[in-house]
């Protein structure tokens, strides 16, 4: 306990910051004796916020003709690099197919995972960029990038 009026927030984690955030103008609140019940911190929308990102992704995605899930793997995958991930696909349209019928991974990964992730060889993005021989081992060694990837 601190000195009277002086609230502390310690500890947490990025994941709870929203919380912890509510929770300490509710102190605050409190302690000026001008609490109020306000609206769930779930429902507040904040710029930046992973559920902000995967609205505009998807929205993105569906303006180019992309199945919106396209937004969210790409939120998943790159955080705020999405739009770089799907500005590469509106100019080269052929990025936003799949490597491979049966998996969700874009051609787009690969590019991404050379540019910016220094993959070195297809084996290491097949294996630790993309995790597809995680996903399905038969495919995964069936499966050769196309050189201009």
């Known amino acids: 306990m601190g000195p009277p009026g002086l609230v502390t927030v310690t500890g947490g984690k990025l994941t709870t ?8 103008v509710d102190a605050a609140l409190r302690e000026a004796d001008m609490w109020a ?7 507040i929308g904040l710029f930046g916020s992973l559920d902000a990102a995967l609205v505009r992704a998807r929205s993105e995605a569906a303006r180019m003709g992309l199945d919106p899930d396209v937004g969210d793997r790409m939120v998943a995958r790159y955080g705020d690099g999405w ?7 509106e100019e080269d349209r052929s990025l936003g197919e799949r490597l491979h019928a049966e998996l969700p991974v874009l ?3 690969a590019v991404m995972a050379r ?7 297809d084996e290491d993005i097949i294996d630790r960029r993309t995790r597809i021989r995680s996903m399905d081992r038969r495919i995964a060694e069936e499966l050769t990038l196309p050189a201009e990837l």
């Open 115 to 121: 540019r910016f992730e220094m993959a070195m060889c």
């Open 83 to 89: 739009s770089e991930a799907l500005r590469m696909v």
């Open 107 to 109: 051609r787009v990964e």
């Open 37 to 43: 019940p306000r609206r769930p911190v779930s429902s």
């Open 17 to 24: 910051f929203l919380v912890m955030a509510a929770d300490a």
